[in-house]
């Protein structure tokens, strides 16, 4: 009850969840004039020619009225072709592909559509915010499984990574659990899940007889050594496994909002039935811009990911000077740090401060964890943006901390 004694509005399933971090640590870059490098999106857009294809397609007038449920077949036939491509994962474009409303949509249609409940959803610790909102919405129990900061020094260099330890899977599983939802890359941790994790996730999986929801938005985004495999190539995954990509990342048009799923007819059809009452169908013209965008040349996703090292170690070196302990990120668009060589313990507080102290904003990862205190030191910050701004924050921050 609140105090006039009426009850709350917001439901309970929704109460703990307030304002997403994104949309708060933006607007206190607004406010403040900071260099955002909180929410993750890319400051410049994706290629000119399929800005252009997205142009054609509303001239044309093609998807300016409801596309068909599933996504327009041009679309679907292309994320199936991609995945033949990159993975030689088969799906038929027709009944194994769905085009969802972003990332977003397919991880709440597919929690929606799979999960009863009082089930239990395992998901790896720090999650994507909107994951633990879903779960509620669908009446899960999330479980929580924490990557745990790992430091190792090969050759005289240390390789920081937040690490998965299997056995601590292993035990969250229980017989009310429904799904593993996993993600790699990792957002925010920046962790690629290796052939050997990913191959003891699968064997669990089948031995359990579990479903996984696996979010691959950042496919595309790894650096280094390190190399993306789906979670549906490794044995026996393929039948009991919904993969979700995304455009925006890999495509830098994140207001799109153009993802999917890939699954068995079966899988498919089940997270249809709930994105069909969600928003139905999204982004009619965007669709065919984004079907073009996935048949570029291998060059593009080459080009693209070296840009993005480069701007990662543009970043890393900068927070580095600055004091922060950097965990390098195999993937994705983020770094995450320890704030404990600064002296500091409380990422909330720390970010809070940080537009005042420094003129950047990052987010304090305590939000992505069920255990707050796991979570507490570390601050994660965004390297989507053009090396110069890049440039200019590293200044900031070497500035506000370094002696
Ligand atoms: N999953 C992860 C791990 C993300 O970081 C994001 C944010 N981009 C999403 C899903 C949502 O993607 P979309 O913008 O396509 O809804
Ligand atoms: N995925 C983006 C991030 O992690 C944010 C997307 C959003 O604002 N919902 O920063």
Redesign the pocket.
Known sequence: MTSNGRRPLLNRRLAEFGTTIFAEMSALALSTGSINLGQ?FPDTDGPEEIREAAVRALRDGRGNQYPPGPGVPELRTAIAAHQKHRYGLAYDPDREVLVTA????A?AASLLALVEPGDEVIALEPY?D?YAASIAMAGGTRIPVTLRPHEETRDGVTHRRFRLDLDELRDAVTDNTRLLLV?TPH?PTGTVLTREELGEIAKLAVERDLLVIT?E??EHLVFDEAEHLPLASFPGMRERTVTIG?A??TFSF?GW?V?WVTGTPDLVTAVRSAKQFLTYVASGPFQYAVAEALALPDTYFAAFRADMLAKRDVLAAGLTEAGFKVFQPAGTYFITTDIRPLGESDGFAFCRALPERAGVVAIPNAVFYDHREAGAPFVRFAFCKRTEVLVDAAERLRKAFAH
Not at 102 to 105: F, P, R
């Open positions: 993750g972003g990332a977003t949509e991880i994507y909107s993600n957002n979010d938005v950042y995304s925006g990342k994140t909002k993802g």
